[in-house]
């Protein structure tokens, strides 16, 4: 999943602030995103309770792969609006699904070792991506890489439906 987030995360700015026509359209997209991710959070709390955390990395996944082949044909102000809500909605299920996943998955006594390592690895695939999205950027589209995003958000979910 972060390999493919990050593969578009640079374009993704770009694109939404070419849209707007100012820095306060770029802003309040930027603003949603982020509230509709910290609104979310009480409930997901709660539905963990009750489910397992890989279904909310699961409904990350499909609902990014599905999302990401919109992007390209936004075409107004309204839309990325919209978008940066169902991107704040689907990074916030996949926050609090990993780190619960890693909470059950640990043990106490090395849990900080083994996050720390998560989180190097993370941030090595991440930074590989935004790389390679530059590379690709130059002998493709800015739009194929939002698809091949997609797709691999897509093969996430069925690594995640075969991990349960």
Known sequence: M??????????????????GSSYTQFGFSYGLFGLSGALIYPLLGRLS?????????????????VLLLYVPHIGSVVQVYIVQVLLGLFGAMQKHGEKVLIANF????????????YHFWTAVFSAAAIMLGGFL???????????????????SGLMMMKTG
Do not use: C, H
Not at 111 to 116: P, Q, S
């Open 137 to 155: 950027a130059d002998f493709f589209t800015v739009q194929m890489i939002f698809y091949a995003s997609s797709i691999l958000y897509f093969l």
């Open 49 to 65: 309770e009750r489910f397992d955390s890989r279904y909310f990395l699961l409904l990350n996944s499909w609902g990014m792969a």
């Open 106 to 117: 640990t043990d106490s006594g090395e849990r900080g070792k083994k996050i720390g390592n």
């Open 2 to 19: 972060f390999f493919a987030s990050s593969l578009i995360f640079p374009f993704y700015i770009l694109f939404v602030k070419n849209i």
